[in-house]
């Protein structure tokens, strides 16, 4: 792979990180390599660059430096054709669901995920490093390459 992903965005705290994410993604129009437009709100900037102290609490109390450091990242990888979208996974239904749109960035493990609004239109959900080998080898593993013809899993 390219050093498309190799620069890090380092700025000096949680308050930079977040102007340059209303900055550089909310207060912008940003489309995918296929011409989905991606809408970002500020609400979701805590979902995103922060962790849960325990997995089992799920409390988003820590700010990650890990995550934030490849902000910028995200941009590069709607926009790049080289990189493999998968459907996400809805874990309360236990299959997979097409208005979800996961983009993997290796080797790092970067993960993109989007939320289809309508049929031109996403929200960024959120954006993590894989800290778990068997996260990164179930999106791989997936049989499903997301497709936004495919029936909707919330058709009621």
Same mark, same amino acid.
């Given at each position: 792979?390219?050093?498309?992903?190799?620069?890090?965005?380092?700025?000096?705290?949680?308050?930079?990180?977040?102007?340059?994410?209303?900055?550089?993604?909310?207060?912008?129009?940003?489309? =995918?390599? @296929? #011409?989905?437009?991606?809408?970002? $709100?500020?609400?979701?900037?805590?979902? %995103?660059?922060?962790?849960?102290?325990?997995?089992?609490?799920?409390?988003?109390?820590?700010?990650?430096?890990?995550?934030?450091?490849?902000?910028?990242?995200?941009?590069?990888?709607?926009?790049?054709?080289?990189?493999?979208?998968?459907?996400?996974?809805?874990?309360?239904?236990?299959?997979?669901?097409?208005?979800?749109?996961?983009?993997?960035? =290796?080797? @790092? #493990?970067?993960?993109?995920?989007? $939320?289809?609004?309508?049929?031109?239109? %996403?929200?960024?959900?959120?954006?993590?490093?894989?800290?778990?080998?068997?996260?990164?080898?179930?999106?791989?593993?997936?049989?499903?390459?997301?497709?936004?013809?495919?029936?909707?899993?919330?058709?009621?």
């Amino acid at each position: 792979m390219s050093n498309l992903y190799d620069e890090l965005l380092i700025l000096n705290s949680e308050t930079d990180y977040k102007t340059y994410y209303i900055n550089e993604y909310c207060n912008k129009e940003i489309y =995918t390599h @296929d #011409g989905l437009r991606v809408k970002f $709100r500020p609400e979701r900037f805590e979902h %995103a660059f922060y962790e849960s102290k325990s997995r089992k609490r799920k409390d988003k109390s820590v700010f990650s430096w890990q995550r934030a450091a490849r902000m910028s990242w995200i941009k590069k990888a709607l926009n790049d054709t080289s990189l493999t979208i998968y459907a996400g996974w809805d874990s309360s239904k236990k299959r997979y669901d097409h208005t979800r749109r996961v983009c993997l960035v =290796t080797p @790092d #493990g970067y993960v993109i995920v989007l $939320r289809l609004a309508d049929p031109s239109t %996403a929200i960024f959900v959120t954006a993590y490093v894989i800290d778990d080998p068997k996260v990164e080898a179930k999106i791989k593993s997936s049989p499903i390459i997301w497709n936004p013809q495919t029936e909707r899993v919330d058709s009621n």
